[in-house]
Nanobody
Framework: QVQLQASGGGLVQAGGSLRLSCSAS????????TGWYRQAAGKERELVAS???????NYAASMKGRCTISRDDAENTVYLQMINLKPEDTAVYHC???????????????????WGQGTLVTVSS
């Protein structure tokens, strides 16, 4: 069974930093574009950052200069390093993979639009 597991959230003061991790478990063949999304209370989910297999990154305007997304394909893990956090960054952060290919017996099968459980980031003023 293939799963994404997000971790690293917590309570931090404004101006502080956090590093979120998203690890895929299971017999992973490869993972395509992976992104971090967040959803604040009463708001719609929004993209924070994404990274393709070749390392091309994309950031939300609100997070440019304040976060860095990276991936370690050997560990099937994607990271989101956030600095200079603001109270408005408070949200549940989710990771997503467009496609995870995994071994299933003699086959390689795809899992599309995989989501991890959220990790809560709370930034106090």
């Amino acid at each position: 069974q293939v799963q994404l597991q997000a971790s690293g959230g917590g309570l931090v003061q404004a101006g502080g930093s956090l590093r979120l991790s998203c690890s895929a478990s299971g017999s992973i063949f490869d993972i395509s574009t992976t992104g971090w999304y967040r959803q604040a209370a009463g708001k719609e989910r929004e993209l924070v950052a994404s990274i393709t297999r070749d390392g091309t990154t994309n950031y939300a305007a609100s997070m440019k200069g304040r976060c860095t997304i990276s991936r370690d394909d050997a560990e099937n893990t994607v990271y989101l390093q956030m600095i200079n956090l603001k109270p408005e960054d408070t949200a549940v952060y989710h990771c997503n993979a467009d496609r995870i290919r995994y071994y299933s017996g003699s086959y390689v099968r795809p899992l599309f639009d995989a989501w991890g459980q959220g990790t809560l980031v709370t930034v106090s003023s």
